[in-house]
T-cell receptor
Framework: DAKTTQPPSMDCAEGRAANLPCNHS???????VYWYRQIHSQGPQYIIH???NNETNEMASLIITEDRKSSTLILPHATLRDTAVYYC??????????????FGKGTKLSVKP | DSGVTQTPKHLITATGQRVTLRCSPR?????VYWYQQSLDQGLQFLIQ???????AKGNILERFSAQQFPDLHSELNLSSLELGDSALYFC???????????FGSGTRLTVV
């Protein structure tokens, strides 16, 4: 079962920042937070991941609260091509039965002109 | 192109038949993962292989099996197919550790 809670859907105006929240109140100390997105039946695309520090890459920023019970994915300037289902996942880094990506229902982000 | 290659892209077959889906991981990745995505179930983890050995199993039916070969490509075998097996099947690969997975573009299986 997915260990995260996300809103089922969100809207965002094109050019504005999209802030996607995720609750993971039962996260353990060595579990990472990962974000993926899936654009209409394409393969899921890795966006970013982090353990406890905030992270930024060319696609997005990840803000993790100090208690690590929640996080926010920020797309700084959303475009129509960012319309997708966004998945927040927690996992252990070492793989095996406890370390695989288990997808929940995600958040359907609709970017509108 | 993600670097993970899945073939075929589309497959239509009849109930009761057997099919094989193929996945070539990204160069250097030792782990291969298989996922099933149907309309009503979302993305379901099926099985993981690491360097030729099974590492983890998820919601994989007994009619399904997989293997990873010495060249690291993987095959997912689906037998005694049922209408409910119609889905997108994704393969992903990773180098291991905390890194992200890279997914292929999937195989769309339609059972008629």
């Amino acid at each position: 079962d997915a260990k995260t809670t996300q809103p089922p859907s969100m809207d965002c105006a094109e050019g504005r920042a999209a802030n996607l929240p995720c609750n993971h109140s039962t996260i353990s100390g060595n579990e990472y937070v990962y974000w993926y997105r899936q654009i209409h039946s394409q393969g899921p695309q890795y966006i970013i991941h982090g353990l406890k520090n905030n992270e930024t890459n060319e696609m997005a920023s990840l803000i993790i609260t100090e208690d690590r019970k929640s996080s926010t994915l920020i797309l700084p300037h959303a475009t129509l091509r960012d319309t997708a289902v966004y998945y927040c996942i927690v996992r252990l880094p070492h793989g095996g039965s406890q370390g695989n990506l288990i997808f929940g229902k995600g958040t359907k982000l609709s970017v509108k002109p | 192109d993600s670097g993970v290659t899945q073939t075929p892209k589309h497959l239509i077959t009849a109930t009761g038949q057997r099919v094989t889906l193929r996945c070539s991981p990204r160069s250097g990745d030792l782990s291969v993962y298989w996922y099933q995505q149907s309309l009503d179930q979302g993305l379901q983890f099926l099985i993981q292989y690491y360097n030729g050995e099974e590492r983890a199993k998820g919601n994989i039916l007994e009619r399904f099996s997989a293997q990873q070969f010495p060249d690291l490509h993987s095959e997912l075998n689906l037998s005694s197919l049922e209408l409910g097996d119609s889905a997108l099947y994704f393969c992903a690969s990773s180098v291991g550790g905390a890194g992200g997975y890279t997914f292929g573009s999937g195989t769309r299986l339609t059972v008629v």
